[in-house]
């Protein structure tokens, strides 16, 4: 008798898991997190607020939280988040107060900050940055760069890899500026990037898609 | 506590360096409007902008009524223009504030102003920002789309293409 109470307790847990694969994709991103709570964005529609061992309408139960991450149940899975990432190898990025979006990037595996710039053709760095990154533009060809602001003096490179969250694209064509006033700090994170991924901007929201 | 308010400690959490502005990450009335867009609702207008070669989205907007190409741009807060552009527009430069911005050529000093009605296709945006450089020959060659309108609409990019379309309406 108990065996039997075990198998159909199994087979239920098997057909909620089966359930929760077919519902699928729910999407969370970890918003803000403390110790026993967490405040998740799902289905990028709503907001939901959970304590230890709470579930959502949804089915994301929280488990765990500390300052910095959330262990989660999404889709009948456990998954940790830190705070700003999201379950489905997407980047959500949210405007500054200049209404334009950063990101954290990584160059080569150096973290640099990027801005999301439909109007810049390659990747686009300054010759500070560059150096700072490692970046051997010297090897690169010279070349004046039309760029939407007017031309600039520059060198083309190739990056080895160029990483925005979970998205990494290889052998990314980029840009040194070989001026002073290009030397800003920001990797402009231009159309040599985003023609390769897809993106989505609603409101103060941006979200970066990679491409299947 | 109304949850858009337990949002604050985000801007901390997501804040990056150099970019400490405070910010409000999901306002409620993005949520409020996503909810109205998930009901069923009169079809919204949207445009289609193809890539050119090098990924860039020109298009043919109209300012006050007045036809000029010009070339979307997210790096740009706000619509940006040269003086010669400006005046062609039969914007007074005069009304705006002026400011200093750092643009990849150079510090330009810029007057900020109000564009009464931008439109692209079917969409319409009016009150937008935007930045005249006041250096005479040192704008941009073309207008730029910048933020200001852009965040006006459901912006979306992929294939070589951009879509914009209407947000939901409340």
């Known amino acids: 008798m108990q065996t039997r109470q075990a198998t159909a307790r199994l087979i239920l847990a098997a057909l909620a898991l089966a359930a929760a694969a077919e519902a699928g994709a729910t999407s969370v991103l970890l918003l803000t997190a403390g110790p026993g709570r967490a405040q998740l964005l799902v289905d990028d529609s709503t907001l939901r607020g959970l304590r230890t061992g709470e579930r959502s309408p949804e089915g994301v139960a929280l488990v765990t939280a500390t300052t910095e991450s959330a262990t989660l149940i999404v889709d009948g899975r456990e998954t940790v988040l830190r705070l700003g990432e999201r379950n489905d190898g997407k980047v959500t990025l949210f405007a500054d107060r200049d209404r334009r979006f950063r990101a954290r990037v990584q160059v080569n595996g150096t973290p640099a900050i990027g801005l999301i710039d439909t109007g810049a053709e390659a990747v686009t760095i300054g010759r500070r940055l560059a150096t700072a990154l490692g970046i051997d533009y010297a090897q690169g060809r010279r070349a004046k760069l039309n760029t939407v602001v007017g031309p600039v003096p520059g060198f083309l490179v190739t990056l080895d890899s160029v990483k925005i969250g979970p998205i990494e694209l290889a052998a990314v064509p ?3 500026a070989d ?6 700090g920001l990797v402009l994170v ?5 023609g390769r991924v897809h993106f989505e901007q609603r409101g103060n929201r941006l979200t970066l898609i990679p491409w299947k | 506590m109304p949850a858009h308010r337990r949002l604050a400690p985000l801007a901390f959490a997501l804040a990056l360096s150099g970019a400490a502005a405070p910010f409000d990450p999901v306002r409620s009335a993005d949520l409020e409007a996503e909810a109205a867009a998930a009901r069923p609702a009169a079809p919204r207008e949207s445009v289609t902008i ?4 090098r990924g860039f989205f020109h298009v043919l907007a109209q300012v006050n009524g007045v036809p000029v190409r010009a070339v979307v741009d997210t790096g740009a807060s706000a ?4 003086r010669v552009q400006a005046a062609t527009l039969g914007i007074d430069l005069a009304r705006g504030r002026r400011s200093e911005i750092s643009t990849f050529r150079g510090p330009r000093t810029i007057r900020v102003v109000k564009l009464d009605r931008v439109q692209v296709g079917a969409l319409v945006a009016r009150d937008v920002d935007a930045w005249v450089v006041e250096e005479g020959d040192e704008g941009p060659p073309q207008p730029l789309l ?6 006006r609409f459901e912006v979306r990019v992929g294939g070589g293409a951009m879509t914009l379309t209407e947000r939901a309406r409340r």
């Open chain 1, 174 to 176: 980029a840009v040194v």
């Open chain 1, 179 to 184: 001026s002073d006033a290009a030397d800003f």
């Open chain 1, 190 to 194: 231009g159309t040599s990037f985003l």
């Open chain 2, 50 to 53: 193809p890539a050119d070669a």
């Open chain 2, 79 to 82: 619509i940006y223009l040269g």
């Open chain 2, 146 to 151: 910048g933020m200001s309108f852009l965040q």
